[in-house]
């Protein structure tokens, strides 16, 4: 079946470095979102990116979606220790039909040494 | 607070047992989403249901079954437990709007713990 590949499975920095998780498909997407979820916690919406080339900005946070729509990145700048968790992509397959449900990558989790 | 709720927090019970696991979604939100998540796994998509018919279905076990009712609440139901069952239990809820991806809002978990 389809397959979203998310790397690395783990990541552990030091405070004040950067940090970057990817997303990889074989196949079109139609969109893709990005879920945290925090230690013990649920899984948070964070953005949702649909167009060819996107970048969007939230504060240190960096989404950007590929030109083919096969591919995105989540950068942090600096991180901090409030941003320790698991981050989660979730892709819409591009022609999935009735079929709309998400495909989620496996998350980085991303550890921060203060 | 995601507005979605979930019961029980925690459930232990033993192999070959069932339980029961509800949701209610965030108001006005038509679409449930029942996930399975392991430790060190990521979220395995179970089923979707919308205004009360099944929409989408993942990995999920004939063992389990699910609904949504009139009201939209939601239940999943685990039969025959096995000790790999015992994982976090999340269901999300959305819109659920035809021709849109929606924003899945996460309930905070059932913990099932099989013995």
């Known amino acids: 079946g389809q397959q979203v590949m998310q790397i690395p499975q783990y990541q552990h920095v030091q405070e004040g470095e950067d940090f970057t998780t990817y997303c990889n498909s074989s196949?079109?997407?139609?969109?893709i979102q990005w879920y945290k979820q925090r230690p013990g916690g649920h899984p948070v919406f964070l953005i949702q990116?649909?167009?060819s080339g996107e970048v969007k900005k939230q504060k240190r946070l960096t989404f950007q979606f590929g030109e083919a729509k096969k591919n995105s990145s989540l950068h942090i700048t600096a991180t901090q220790t409030t941003d320790v968790g698991t981050y989660f992509c979730?892709?819409?397959?591009?022609?999935?039909?009735?079929?709309?449900?998400?495909?989620w990558g496996l998350g980085t989790s991303l550890a921060v040494n203060p | 607070d995601s507005g979605v709720t979930q019961t029980p927090k925690h459930l232990i019970t033993a192999t070959g047992q069932r339980v029961t696991l509800r949701c209610s979604p965030r108001s006005g939100d038509l679409s449930v989403y029942w996930y399975q998540q392991s430790l060190d796994q990521g979220l395995q998509f179970l089923i979707q249901y919308y205004n009360g018919e099944e929409r989408a279905k993942g990995n999920i076990l004939e063992r389990f079954s699910a609904q949504q009712f009139p009201d939209l609440h939601s239940e999943l139901n685990l039969s025959s437990l096995e000790l790999g069952d015992s994982a976090l239990y999340f269901c999300a809820s959305s819109v659920g709007g035809r021709g849109s991806t929606d924003t899945q809002y996460f309930g905070p978990g059932t913990r099932l713990t099989v013995l």
């Open positions: 990116l649909v167009k």
């Open positions: 979730a892709a819409q397959a591009f022609n999935a039909g009735n079929n709309r449900k998400l495909i």
């Open positions: 196949t079109t997407l139609s969109n």
